[in-house]
């Protein structure tokens, strides 16, 4: 049995909170509307533009990733409206669900799960349906660790269309490279609990002056997720029209701080790392990585088990009993896959850890397993040997 | 200039946290689906049932409280329907803004701010509107300090009609009362940074089996806040559709603890005494209350500054100055009232203070103060003089 509360969350989000950002979560409550939660609110938007790569205020909701993929949405598109939805998992999935939810004209382009949508897949898809006013992509599809390349989809968006591009960054943004306004991204969502290692319950969205102006002409009733709301409370007042979470505004400007010492170049190609260890140390236990190396996430990575004679699920609770949790696969990958966190408040002890973990876990099942091949691999990419 | 982080937070929300709960959300944060949060979120619902005076389960939102009052529009009402909402302040006037945002017919009974909606005045209301399928109220006015008289308000429609009754609570249930199903409210809605203690980031709805009905006619799209999605959650999983705020739901279930020890009749007798010493301050200080004594607020007071001669902002700043924080007016009461919160985590220590402090403030802006008037009521009514 773990010690209590010694346990390692390698899940892709909720992620662990460093000290630091809980400690400034304690901090006494404030007023919503009082001038330091309008100071909180105006720098946590102001330092955020960096994370987004925009010139853009982000705006900041109180609720989880979901509430700012519907705001996305019921501001840019009306009823009898199209978009194209690249689903190339759960999250895209969920994506399409919440257009066709409000009766917008949905076209779904499928990839399968585990592999990134290409350019020319998009390009192709685009000439079928020249009528989508926005095209939804997922930055990390966090259901498959698979990183989709977002910045040549929101170019070839460009070159087809005059559709917007609005993009689930949720599982990504704060540890990947994000250039939405060089890129063409028109808004971009993200919440709290994943590489921002903050608890989960804000939601974030940078909106592009292309897209202000047609959420300025859009009728769909909004009110909670009203998003030009959000935007005259920030720029008159400094503030939010709802109650803001202020405590985790607190961690939030801590988290920041946290991201801003060690360098936004740094947080990225430690994330990189991240992911080059965890997928060196899969790969020498003799399991299957889902992704290709060319798609795959910095920030999660999904074992592929289909093929294993042992039960994933019976592998992941044995996991926990040493204190590890991983997730499953989502939807018909259920039973299939798990996948392995590594944003946020993660380092490189942390995977070895989990990839000895994995091992000592698939030999306690009755798998043959040699001691020692992930964590070796995992050392030689530290060593760079 | 009171000690650092020493001030005394008294606006009608967010309240203060106590200790406990802060020491509760810095423990390690758990994933979304794991049965630690599964446990958390039905043990926080089941508990959260007296709280409301209901049989039903609770639901939990991340979400500040609009979000719930938003819900309860979007989940029982479509485009073309009626609705009656009483309107005695500001988040009257919200629910009125929530219900014309979706198209909905809105019937606005407005009574003066200050003033409480009495039976007779809905009765006769009800009257000229016979269609409509819902009727808004608001149990404590956060605006003004009113407590609405729910229990008959809502005895009152099921006389008259079969309308839903639905009741903004935000800043009062936890505090006051509260028996919805035998009162005959349909939903109840409330927020986690008034009397539950909590810092702001959840919001909370009970719904009756025959506003259920109602939901599942319903076709107004939405997404984030379909009610049935996080009931069947909840039934079904003991879980939430949408990732939960697992750091304030751990927050929820020590102030739920703190609640049951103290014994919820003594939780609202506490407010009920906390409101007195505050009435019998401020009546001492020479200042005017806003709300009779009949529909005072056990949660907050209002004072009606517009007839006195010194600036009502003025006054607030220089309080604060002192390490005091109380709320100034809304809408068209702004500059013209002042508002003291006593709810969740609040004694009669805290509300001697306040009062002490507005003598203290009012003589430092020139005018004349008998220092100890307020003071000495408060340990009147204390004493049961």
């Known amino acids: ?51 987004f790569g925009t010139r853009q205020q982000p705006l900041i909701v109180a609720g989880s990733g979901t509430s700012a993929l519907e705001a996305a949405v019921v501001n840019t598109l009306s009823p009898g409206d199209e978009a194209v939805v690249v689903v190339t998992g759960a999250f895209g999935d969920r994506f399409a669900k919440i ?11 499928d990839i399968p799960w585990g592999k990134a949508c290409e350019p020319e897949q998009l390009a192709d898809f685009l000439k079928k349906h020249p009528g989508a006013k926005s095209v939804f992509l ?13 910045a040549e989809l929101a170019r070839t968006v460009r070159q087809h269309s005059d559709a917007l591009v609005i993009v689930d960054g949720v599982s990504c943004v704060g540890a990947v490279p994000c250039q939405m306004d060089d890129w063409g991204v028109d808004i971009m969502v993200t919440g709290s609990q994943k590489a921002l290692m903050l608890p989960p319950g804000l939601a974030f969205l940078a909106v592009s002056e292309r897209a202000w102006q047609v959420i300025a002409g859009n009728r769909q009733p909004r009110f909670y997720l009203n998003l030009e709301a959000y935007r005259r409370k920030l720029e008159q007042e400094d503030t939010t029209p709802f109650t803001a979470a202020v405590s985790l505004l607190y961690g939030l400007k ?43 996430s910095p920030t999660v990575t999904s074992i592929d088990a289909s093929q294993e004679k042992w039960d994933v699920e019976a592998f992941r609770k044995k996991l926990q009993s040493h204190g590890f949790y991983v997730a499953g696969g989502q939807q018909h990958l259920k039973g299939k896959i798990f996948r392995i966190g590594h944003m946020g408040y993660c380092d490189e002890w942390d995977i070895l850890t989990v990839l000895a973990a994995v091992e000592v876990t698939l030999s306690q099942m009755g798998q043959s397993v040699e001691p020692g091949m992930a964590t070796k691999a995992a050392q030689e990419v530290m060593m760079d040997v």
Request: charged share 25%; net charge positive.
């Open 1 to 51: 049995m773990p010690l209590k509360d010694k346990y390692h969350l390698r899940i892709p989000g909720p992620t662990p909170v460093p000290p630091q950002v809980q400690r400034a979560m304690t901090q006494p409550v404030i007023g919503h509307r009082s001038r330091l939660a309008s100071q909180l609110i105006q720098e946590c938007s102001e330092r955020l533009k960096p994370i």
């Open 99 to 109: 257009v066709e939810t409000y009766g917008i004209g949905l076209h779904r382009l």
């Open 138 to 150: 997922t930055y990390c599809e966090t259901s498959t660790g698979v990183l989709n390349p977002v």
């Open 254 to 296: 801590e988290s920041l701080s946290l991201l801003e010492e060690e360098g936004f170049e740094n947080v990225c190609s430690r994330h990189e790392r991240l992911k080059n260890i965890t997928r060196a140390g899969i790969r020498a236990s003799g399991l299957t990585l889902m992704a290709d190396d060319r798609h795959a």
